[in-house]
Structures are given as structure tokens and as C-alpha cells.
């Protein structure tokens, strides 16, 4: 049983900054790129933040660009997204995907991720 278990969500005032982690139950997770999506009520999924196999290279939507940041311990095998200046707009439950193998080096489509966590509730207040 492949488990992605996210934590770190919460409640928080605009301008205020949360921290999510993502920890995968396989070790071969390591070796495949992850990303963080959110879905926001009677929206669609959207990509907010991807980051190759070794963390060389990271890839952000414009909305939270320059204000969140993607990380990666793969001796953790944990992903982590680190939330600074957040907006009401930013209010969504957040999920954290593990790439398809045959995925693109950094993919931002859903449909090119395979695992999925159970999400995380992000509340930002005005």
C-alpha cells in the first residue's frame, strides 16, 4: 500500500506563513519528481509548485512564485512546501503528488502524477 501523508496545514491570518511536509512510504519514491497541487472549492486542481528526482531544478505557478518554496530530503523522503505572505486567495486544500515514471522531468498536470496524498486544509484569513 503506497501512503503520501501530508501534515502542516492549518489555520493562519494574510501575511503569515505555514510550512507542509509530505511523507512517502516507499524509498522509489525518491527517484521520481513531486509536486504540490491545490484545489480551492468549486475550482479545479491546480499545479502550485514541482521539484525533479534531485532537487536540482523547482518550478512554481505564477500566483505563488517568490513566495513559496519546494524543497526536498530524499533521505526523509520527504517533501516540503514552505508558505510565506499568504494570501486569502492561497486558501485550498493542498495535496502532494509523486510523478508517473514515464512523466516529463517536471511535470505540471495532474494526469502525469500517479500517488496521491489525502490533502491538507489551508485556511488563510483576511
Known amino acids: 500500500q503506497v501512503v503520501l501523508v501530508e501534515s502542516g496545514g492549518g489555520l493562519v491570518q494574510a501575511g503569515g506563513s505555514l510550512r507542509l511536509l509530505c511523507t512517502a512510504s516507499?524509498?522509489?519514491?525518491?527517484?521520481?519528481?513531486k509536486g504540490w497541487f491545490r484545489q480551492a472549492p468549486g475550482k479545479e486542481r491546480e499545479f502550485v509548485a514541482g521539484?525533479?528526482?534531485?532537487?536540482?531544478?523547482?518550478l512554481y505557478a505564477d500566483s505563488v512564485k517568490g513566495r513559496f518554496t519546494i524543497s526536498r530530503d530524499n533521505a526523509k523522503n520527504t517533501v516540503y512546501l514552505q508558505m510565506d505572505s499568504l494570501k486569502p486567495e492561497d486558501t485550498a486544500v493542498y495535496y502532494c503528488?509523486?510523478?508517473?515514471?514515464?512523466?516529463?522531468?517536471?511535470?505540471?498536470?495532474?494526469?502525469?502524477?500517479?500517488?496521491w496524498g489525502q490533502g491538507t486544509q489551508v485556511t488563510v484569513s483576511s
Open positions: 503528488a509523486v510523478a508517473s515514471p514515464v512523466a516529463r522531468t517536471m511535470p505540471t498536470m495532474p494526469e502525469e502524477y500517479n500517488y
Open positions: 516507499r524509498r522509489t519514491f525518491n527517484a521520481y519528481p
Open positions: 521539484i525533479t528526482w534531485d532537487g536540482a531544478a523547482t
